[in-house]
């Protein structure tokens, strides 16, 4: 295991508060994000894209899902590049407060029925501002934790962003599996706006709760540096993913694959499997959804642990962990699957959320912040995350979907899955431990701007 550094002792206090604010904000955007996922799995075909077939339809809206993940790095850069150079707290005030409105006005958008072609166009529109929050809100969420959160528990802290996401899906997808009760024609009627337009009162909590939070420590002591060192200047002139991709490439890749297994894995049960029980497998829609309520509700509890699992062991044994579990899991997963038992499914599920993902959600955050300096830890997190999110995350429903599809049968999925969790593992590989910056700031050496090693990366 990598040497963790110590960090400066701070108010446990405050840092629960940074915690809890972290945490209910990531809740409130991922309910958001979430929502737009089960939504294009049960109902967004009929409602936008009446003119197709069952599976051309889903596909359809799949795509307008997927576009959300290509604007996230662009959005996650932008706001991260402010993060890094302002603070960490305006970007996220501003991303909940850009994905709450998109997701209010998705309630209320009118369908393909009203406006025509129209009504896909806005739903886009929509999904796309939904992506640029989205894009920062993890990396700032993690970012902040893991300035404030002491170094023998970072895992643990900053495990709570990723369960968070969890509930999220809880919410979501809970709230989907009570309105799948309803007759069909009442909920394409209007009862799927209902989540949409629910999330604004959440929405205005998590404001809240976010706008009583403090600038990292971590972030206000490297200000105090750039402004008081001899290079001054020159710092203030350098562009944060500039920075990260001369002085970290290898750490950016590292990065960059690691999320694949994690990504890949994530969508395929709580989006994808939705709508190949539903539509390919013929299995209710409550059983779907009561499915990934089950699962990520495990997940609540499992990634923390895990969390701080990787406190004690280390964050790549865990995270390389999750990836041959799901790998090995995956094909057991669908034989599960297809049975079409209620009981079987949850039991997929919940497994293949609570062990192999949960493994790799808990450990990913902190090994991503303990990668980068704190001059741009911010941007370099978002852009090896959003990135793999980009190719991977967004697209695994649709190219899910696509193979089931051409191989009338999930085994293609199977194989594109396991090949998901080997890049993981190849990332992993590349993550040699050379001496920290820790290390070398303990021994006097500076970094290459000229300033001491930060002491909270490794």
Known sequence: MAHIPASPQLDPKAVRRVVVASSIGTVIEWYDFALYGV?????????????????????????????????????????????????????????????????????????????????????????????????????????????????????????????????????????????????????????????????????????????????????????????????????????????????RPRHLMVGLLCGSGL????????????????????VSATVATVGVVIAMAGSIVAVPLFGRLSDRVGRMPVLAGGAIFTALYIPPYFLLLDTKQPVLIVVAMTVAYGVGQSAMLGSQSAFLSELFETRYRFTAIAFSRELNVMVLGGTTPFIATALVAVADGPWLVVGFVIVCQALTLLGLALARSPRTRAERADSGEHDSEGYPAAASTV
């Open 39 to 247: 939504a294009s799995a049960l109902v967004f075909g009929p409602l936008f894209f009446p003119g197709e077939s069952s599976v051309a339809g889903t596909l359809a809206s799949f795509a307008v899902f997927a576009v959300a993940f290509f604007v996230r790095p662009i959005g996650g850069l932008v706001a991260a590049h402010i993060g890094d150079r302002v603070g960490r707290k305006p970007v996220l005030i501003f991303t909940i407060t850009l994905m709450g409105a998109a997701t209010v006005a998705v309630g209320l958008l009118p369908t393909y029925e009203t406006v025509g072609v129209w009504a896909p166009i806005l739903l886009l529109i929509t999904r796309i501002l939904q992506g640029i929050g989205a894009g920062a809100e993890f990396a700032g969420a993690v970012t902040t934790v893991a300035e404030y959160a002491p170094a023998h528990r970072r895992g643990f802290y900053t495990s709570f962003a990723q369960a968070s996401v969890g509930a999220a899906f809880v919410l979501s997808t809970g709230f989907f599996s009570i309105l799948a009760t309803i007759p069909e024609h009442i909920l394409l009627g209007w009862v799927w706006r209902v989540p949409f337009l629910a999330s604004v009162v959440i929405f205005g909590v998590a404001l809240f709760i976010r706008s009583r939070i403090e600038e990292t420590p971590d972030f206000v002591q490297a200000k105090k540096a750039i402004a008081e060192g001899q290079k001054e200047k020159t710092a203030a002139r350098k562009i944060p993913v500039v920075q990260a991709l001369r002085e």
């Open 263 to 282: 990504n890949v894995a994530g969508y395929l049960v709580n989006t994808f499997s939705l709508s190949y029980l539903k539509n390919t497998l013929g």
